[in-house]
């Protein structure tokens, strides 16, 4: 029984030294990158209005829903955020804020200046995305990954070898940006003051930077 024992040992010890020589192969390490800048197609606005008494709220609240089905926003996707009454205040004592989504087919000037009225306290810009990131950032990495077996190829190639199979693929985000700021909210980026609003800003989608995704991919491949 110990010389079975002995031998099993002997041949699962055996096997792991098979197994780590098989992990150092002779390969090769690269990194693969890739960019893409997309056109953000949506604007996510968190919006706060305020009244002196709750039915003066309900009015203004009804107004904004209206100024907002006027520019297309449908009401899936306005959302309510929070409610806060000030009893210290002499004067609007009630506000609210909520959250509401602009595409693309909205006209974003006419928003912003048809909202420009005395109840309404700010209008913050909370995220600019594009609707189909999720694919862009598939692409993205996709191209990473082509990249490193590309400058795997012909740094072998130059040394007369080959690319073998894959050993190993980590992925490395290097940056990705889905939320960026309009250019002309730049020097107002943390609240647009509506009384304050300059009305010859250009608020169009076309005034908005590109949202930039940049991913790399750490690659090790046997060298044949």
Same mark, same amino acid.
Do not use: C
């Given at each position: ?25 002779? !390969? ?5 990158? !890739? ?10 606005? #968190? ?36 409610? /806060? ?10 506000? +609210? ?8 087919? !909205? ?10 009225? +005395? ?66 909210? +730049? ?16 608020? #169009? ?9 940049? /991913? ?9």
């Amino acid at each position: 029984m110990k010389l079975k024992h002995f031998l099993l040992i002997g041949i699962l010890t055996l096997g792991s030294f098979v197994n780590a020589q098989e992990v150092k192969k002779n !390969a090769i390490e690269v990194t693969g990158v !890739a960019e893409m800048e997309v056109e953000p197609d949506e604007i996510i606005f #968190s919006i706060g209005i305020k009244a002196d008494n709750k039915n003066d709220l309900a009015d203004n609240e009804k107004k904004m829903f209206e100024i907002l089905k006027n520019a297309g926003v449908k009401n899936d996707d306005i959302k309510f955020k929070s409610m /806060y009454q000030n009893i210290y205040s002499k004067t609007a004592k009630f506000s +609210k804020n909520y959250e509401f989504k602009v595409n693309a087919k !909205a006209n974003l000037s006419k928003v912003m200046e048809d909202l420009n009225q +005395k109840w309404v306290t700010s209008l913050n810009v909370s995220e600019v995305k594009n609707s189909k990131i999720a694919d862009f950032r598939k692409v993205v990495k996709i191209n990473a990954l082509k990249a490193a077996k590309e400058k795997a190829d012909y740094l072998l190639e130059s040394m007369g070898k080959k690319t073998g199979n894959p050993l190993e693929i980590v992925e490395i985000e290097d940056y990705t940006s889905d939320t960026v700021m309009p250019v002309a909210y +730049k020097s107002r980026a943390n609240s647009i003051q509506m009384e304050m609003a300059d009305a010859s800003v250009d608020f #169009s989608f076309g005034n908005i930077e590109n949202i930039k995704l940049k /991913y790399s991919i750490k690659t090790r491949y046997e060298i044949l």
